[in-house]
């Protein structure tokens, strides 16, 4: 009988000292139980937390009837909870376009005669699985998550992302809504944003809209989303599509209005391409009532025309084209190299101008000390490698999208399983910490996948 005790008092000894092993590994400590982010750290190796997780576009709306991510919501909600239980990741950035203030059918008041805050909190109830992972992460105190504004959210202020995510860090720029570039604590030479500010259409913009108060920052690509929706969620047939209004150039030693030509003809391919209309041009369909606009304007009001004397103009934003005027809007938003207009409107549609800015703003700018930039925003998930002015190496990311993948009517479904749900990882490397990997990876039917890894000496 008593050494029947003695075999059971062992066996409950080493079931609660396994127990205790289990729950008590954290920082510094060698888990028992192997967490995606942290099976890649070499066997034997004390896990540290020093890995920067970076995220964008995941366009959390307020109404799931038409939001850009809803298939993806509970694996993004599995993806924070594997985040959330890492013993290896220090940081979690979501770089601009987290909230979703645009993505709103033309129609459709997008505050429902209610305020910002409401609409903030709407988007939490219409996302509580994701939003209520955020906060665990947050509110465990264990991994810092940081916010940096994008185009979509560049009207939602501090303090209503704060109203749903409470304890969150912001990286916003100074005095400037809508803007923001983080460097995480232990990379100062890695610069992470969500890169709209070098986008003609995305920008803020608080010089060229016509009769309108003081104070709305709201650019071209806002009025571009609003028709854009209506496409997606009712695409017009063959036969309903109406086309835009021919607009005809005018003077060709006129730079801008070779650049308003270059507006138009943007317009142009996405109205007979992308995002094909049936409404009336002239109809007054795209309500507002939000970042001091107040009201409803049709296509046309955004779209050029010719005036009698043959120039081109616009109601809306009026005189943006301009070198001068492409110029004073890079300057308002804190953008050290000046582009040219001419290549930014266009740009807008090129994921490749946008991609070029690590080039254009960092690498090759003499003032820049930074090595590594990720950017958000195109949506199209990629690492390559630069050089800077004093030819070192360095890394370009983009952090893709988590939105789903939209389907047309009529056409087969998709895995959305296997479709976007991108991130960027970095850290130093283990037996060198001079060297710092940069890996894109996707998490495509639930698990981590490795895209591409690439490492510089810094």
Known sequence: MKKKQLILSYLFAALLMSMLILTSCDNNEIASTVNPFDETTESGVVLT?????????VHL???????????????????????RGS???????????MLDEWYVPSRTDTYNGGT??????????????????LNNIIQDKKIKVTYVPGNHDLLITAENVNEIFPGINQARDTGKQGLGTYHPEDFPQVAIEHSHRYDFFCAPDPYSKQNEPVGSILPPGYFFTRIAVNSVTNYPADSEIVQPRTVNRSSASDSEQVNNYIYYYCWKTVLTSLIPVKDNYDEKIIVTNIGNLKESYS?????PYNTQDGKIDMNLFSGSCSQQAWEKRLAYNNVPKMTNAEDAIPGSLKTSFLDEQANTQYFKNSNSNVRIVIFGHT???MVTSCTNTK?????????????????????????QNKKNMDFVVIERQHNNKSMVDVELLNFHNGVNNSVILKSIKM
């Open 391 to 415: 030819n070192e190496a360095c890394i370009y990311a983009n952090s893709g999208t988590w939105t789903d993948e939209k389907v047309k009517a009529g056409q087969p479904a998709v895995n």
């Open 49 to 57: 937390r020093d890995k920067v997780v970076v995220i964008s576009d």
């Open 379 to 381: 949506h199209i998930p």
């Open 61 to 83: 709306g307020n109404d799931t009837t038409y939001s850009e991510c809803v298939k993806h919501l509970p694996l993004l909600k599995k993806f924070l909870t594997q985040v």
């Open 299 to 303: 296509i046309n009001d955004v779209l």
């Open 116 to 133: 910002q805050k409401d609409f903030v909190r709407k988007i939490a109830q219409s996302n509580k699985i994701v939003v209520d992972e």
């Open 87 to 97: 013993k290896t990741i220090k940081e979690l950035v979501i770089a601009g376009d």
